[in-house]
């Protein structure tokens, strides 16, 4: 069934996501963006393009490790 192979991609693309994140794996990340991607973090203007993201997330993480 199409739906379930759906389902499992959306699970591995979550669980990928979640091992980046927790990792602070920029380049991890941006592997899962299409080529042309927009973020719009909440509460920020949207970003633009992996080049503009990975600055963007390098400053989320060096922030979270400063909280530490």
Same mark, same amino acid.
């Given at each position: 069934? =199409?739906? /379930?192979? %759906?389902?499992?991609?959306?699970? *591995? !693309?979550? &669980? #990928?996501?979640?091992?980046?994140? !927790?990792?602070?794996? @920029? &380049?991890?990340l !941006?592997? +899962?963006?299409? %080529? %042309?991607?927009? +973020?719009?973090?909440?509460?920020?203007?949207? @970003? $633009?393009? =992996? %080049?503009?993201? *990975?600055?963007?997330?390098? /400053? @989320? $993480? =060096?922030? !979270?490790? #400063?909280?530490?």
């Amino acid at each position: 069934m =199409k739906q /379930s192979g %759906d389902i499992a991609a959306i699970k *591995r !693309l979550a &669980e #990928n996501w979640r091992c980046g994140w !927790l990792a602070g794996d @920029v &380049e991890a990340l !941006l592997a +899962l963006y299409a %080529d %042309d991607p927009v +973020l719009m973090p909440w509460g920020q203007p949207p @970003v $633009f393009g =992996k %080049d503009a993201i *990975r600055p963007f997330y390098q /400053s @989320v $993480f =060096k922030g !979270l490790r #400063n909280q530490e």
